[in-house]
């Protein structure tokens, strides 16, 4: 019997712990750009609704769609997005400033939203 305990409380434990981890709807968690700049898609497994690009300190942009397709941008990055797709197209200016930034992108999926580290080296 009380091994079976034992048992019961490993596999719980493991089912506790899984359902804690951040359920990312297959989007990375960080994007890096090169001090070039560039362009970088990003796919997922769930659909964007809304996107918006905002800084740690809390100030944030929401996009703005036209005829399906929502846009933002946020100083040097810009975020797009088929309203109903899976995919956050993502372009960076070329960072003339010597030093790291760092921005992030919000994906409203559902009632819920996915975040993701945009870093840009310098």
Not at 64 to 75: K, N, S
Not at 94 to 109: D, E, F, H
Request: proline share 1%; aromatic share 10%.
């Amino acid at each position: 019997m009380k091994r079976f305990i034992v048992i019961a409380a490993l596999v719980l434990s493991v089912f506790t712990f899984n359902s804690c981890e951040e359920d990312r709807w297959g989007f990375d968690n960080r994007v890096v750009f090169s001090a070039a700049g560039g362009e970088e898609d990003v796919d997922g497994d769930a659909t964007i609704y809304n996107l918006s690009i905002g800084t740690y300190g809390g100030d944030e942009r929401n996009a703005v769609e036209v005829a399906g397709v929502l846009t933002v941008t946020y100083d040097w990055l810009t975020a797009t997005a088929v309203k109903g797709s899976d995919e956050i197209h993502l372009i960076a200016l070329p960072n003339r400033t010597g030093k790291q930034r760092k921005l992030i992108v919000y994906g409203a999926i559902s009632n819920r939203f996915t975040d993701i580290t945009v870093v840009q080296n310098k």
